[in-house]
């Protein structure tokens, strides 16, 4: 049985309602913590992953991120509140997520 985990929802909009520029940011943070596969093709990490939901680009930042690498939680936390951006926190299964 799958354990629901807690996800951090970082969205591409400001809190006013604004679109946050550049628009690549979302990718640019979640490649940082990626790697390279034996295909040679780019795989984003568990804890950080690009998402689009319900239409909108958002960065997906897995709690266990806290514990893996506080330091990463901590720089896209903080980035985020730096420049005002809407999170919300939710609960998912793992057995629908990728």
């Given at each position: 049985?799958?354990?629901?985990?807690?996800?951090?929802?970082?969205?591409?909009?400001?809190?006013?309602?604004?679109?946050?520029?550049?628009?690549?940011?979302?990718?640019?943070?979640?490649?940082?913590?990626?790697?390279?596969?034996?295909?040679?093709?780019?795989?984003?990490?568990?804890?950080?992953?690009?998402?689009?939901?319900?239409?909108?680009k958002c960065l997906v930042v897995d709690a266990m991120l806290r514990q893996e690498n506080?330091?990463?939680?901590?720089?896209?936390?903080?980035?985020?509140?730096?420049?005002?951006?809407?999170?919300?926190?939710?609960?998912?299964?793992?057995?629908?997520?990728?």
């Amino acid at each position: 049985m799958n354990q629901p985990t807690q996800k951090l929802i970082i969205e591409g909009v400001r809190e006013d309602g604004s679109r946050f520029r550049p628009s690549d940011w979302i990718e640019r943070i979640s490649a940082t913590l990626a790697t390279f596969g034996p295909d040679h093709r780019l795989r984003y990490a568990r804890g950080v992953q690009p998402k689009v939901i319900n239409g909108q680009k958002c960065l997906v930042v897995d709690a266990m991120l806290r514990q893996e690498n506080p330091a990463a939680y901590e720089y896209v936390l903080a980035f985020a509140k730096a420049n005002q951006l809407r999170m919300n926190e939710t609960t998912v299964s793992d057995e629908g997520d990728e």
